[in-house]
């Protein structure tokens, strides 16, 4: 089985492109389900057992995990990661397994997500200077992580994934390459220039061409999870609501462009959506706002029809 799982990943990095991250989540799930199998069937199962697990098993699996307390999106993630490996191993070890494809996926909520007042993405700028007195470049860097995430609508993964040649000149549209190896397009404003240049002029570390361009303290790549915490320090300092979160900065980017009249499509490939239904969600969001502005403001909200 380990030989299956193995081949299995290195298929969704070499031949699918998927990210470390998303090949890692899958291999998550695979070894979870497995683990799971192994108790269900009374041993570690070789890849023809599979064939024999049928819709009780599956649904016991799915059950197991809700026992454990695991969300309705984390379970329908491991389901979706469940099926893509039966369809590998039917294609290269011919275990069929049909029951798979009779289980539903859990019903995951869809909330949607707030954007960020505009003032208080101008205020982070000044508390990024009152609380970064000692290390200015780091002041730097991190408004320019601010001023990216927030103008060009990047997720964390792509803005920590720019190398110092993709900037270099000062070019109009920035070639970012998202999930699933996808690459798209993004404009530029000149503030955001602006921020990375003041970034890059004080950087003490970190000039070669291929590397990349945001650096930690000590030097290396900037991680996700030090962009994350860049963000908290902000809302912390702030006293900001829970939800301004880095993602939420490439939200109000979405949602601000939808307030001016884009159209969605044009939206869809600038987030880097692969499906139109998940752009589609800020159109709720928007007309959402709209509707409490009406109900606030609207002289004639409250009169009954």
Known sequence: MENAVAEFLEYLSGVKNYSPHTTTAYETDIRDFLNFYAQY?????????????????????LANRQKR??????TARALSSLRSFYKFLAKNYAVKNDAISLISSPKVPRNLSKSIDPIDIENMHGAIRATQTHEPWIAARDWALVVLLFG???????ALSLRNRDVVARPDILRILGKGGKERMVPVLPAVWGA?????????????????LFRS??????????????????RHYLQLPDYVTPHA?????ATALLSD?????????LLGHSSLSTTQL???????????IYAHAHPRSNDAD
């Open 152 to 158: 060009c609508g990047l997720r964390i993964s792509e």
């Open 217 to 234: 303290v000590r030097g290396l790549p900037m991680s996700p999870r030090m962009a994350e915490k860049v963000v908290e320090a902000l």
């Open 196 to 212: 990375i240049e003041k970034y890059m002029a004080v950087r003490p570390c970190g000039n070669m061409p291929d590397d990349e």
């Open 41 to 61: 069937n009374g041993g570690a199962p070789f890849p023809s057992d599979l064939s024999r697990a049928d819709t009780t098993c599956f649904r016991a699996f």
């Open 249 to 253: 900065l490439r939200h109000t980017f």
């Open 69 to 74: 307390g695991l969300a309705p999106k984390s």
């Open 261 to 269: 009249g884009a159209d969605l499509r044009s939206l869809q490939e």
């Open 282 to 292: 800020y159109t709720r969001v928007n007309m959402t706002e709209i509707s409490q």
